[in-house]
């Protein structure tokens, strides 16, 4: 058991529905989020922070019952100190069910490499606040959610559904993070969004560690996508703030 409690929760942030594109966005059941964790009442603040900004929960205490429920979770986040095995063990196997978040004590260096490499999708040291987890929640399934429409920016064709982006009925090779890059400025086409709010969206980090990452993945994307039909950048730099995709 992981000994480490969250902060009390914050001032509520708006619902994600429209953020996450989720399947259960029209309902009044949010995200589903599997919380495996033995600490009973850090587990309920928990499950009541997150169902007070628009997610539903299912708490469980050990790896045996959670895995009696994964298949109805949208998001795992998993404590590594449990009575019945450590979650580390099972990352990548609860992984290919939904994504995974770690929130746990543990804070090395080693424990959050150890599990990010074994499937994690995020990892979250206690304690945290409840608006940190919250958006890191929205920000991780934001990540694996894959929208099911195509969007048009000019003559590119950003197919969600088949995670890749087109022109002329050609597609472009970019990586699976200059996609992701691309599809996170595609939601606010038009508008700055803050590096900080890239760096999170996509890496599920903050900027100070991916600072240089998330310019060297702009850079290679301008060079990819090349010049707009207008002769302009599809994303340009708006200073002091972060980037701007071509509306």
């Not at 594109?21 to 997150?50: T, Y």
């Not at 469980?60 to 590594?80: F, K, M, N, P, Y």
């Amino acid at each position: 058991m992981d000994r480490a409690s969250a902060a009390g929760p914050q001032r509520d942030l708006k619902s994600s529905a429209n953020l996450l594109n989720s399947p259960h966005a029209d309902s009044p059941r949010g995200p589903a989020v599997l919380l495996i964790d033995d600490e009973v009442e850090l587990a309920a603040a928990v499950a009541s922070s997150l169902e007070r900004h628009g997610f539903s929960t299912n708490s469980v205490g050990s790896l045996t019952e959670a895995r009696g429920a994964l298949g109805a979770a949208d998001l795992i986040l998993l404590d590594l100190g449990l009575p019945d095995g450590d979650g580390l063990t099972v990352c990548g196997e609860f992984a290919a069910h939904a994504p995974v978040i770690v929130v746990s004590a543990r804070s090395d260096e080693i424990d959050r490499v150890v599990a990010l490499e074994l499937g994690a999708d995020d990892y979250l040291s206690k304690p945290f606040s409840t608006r940190e987890l919250v958006a890191r929640c929205r920000a991780v399934l934001r990540r694996t959610q894959r929208e099911s429409a195509t969007t048009r920016i000019l003559d590119l064709e950003l197919d969600f559904a088949a995670f890749e982006v087109r022109r002329d009925r050609e597609a472009i090779p970019l990586t699976t993070k200059e996609l992701e890059l691309l599809f996170a400025l595609s939601r606010h086409a038009g508008d700055a969004i803050r590096r900080t709010q890239l760096a999170l969206e996509v890496w599920g980090a903050e900027l100070s560690l991916v600072s240089r990452t998330l310019e060297v993945h702009v850079s290679s994307l301008r060079t990819k996508l090349g010049p707009a039909p207008d002769g302009a950048e599809y994303v340009s730099t708006v200073h002091g703030i972060g980037y701007r995709l071509h509306p």
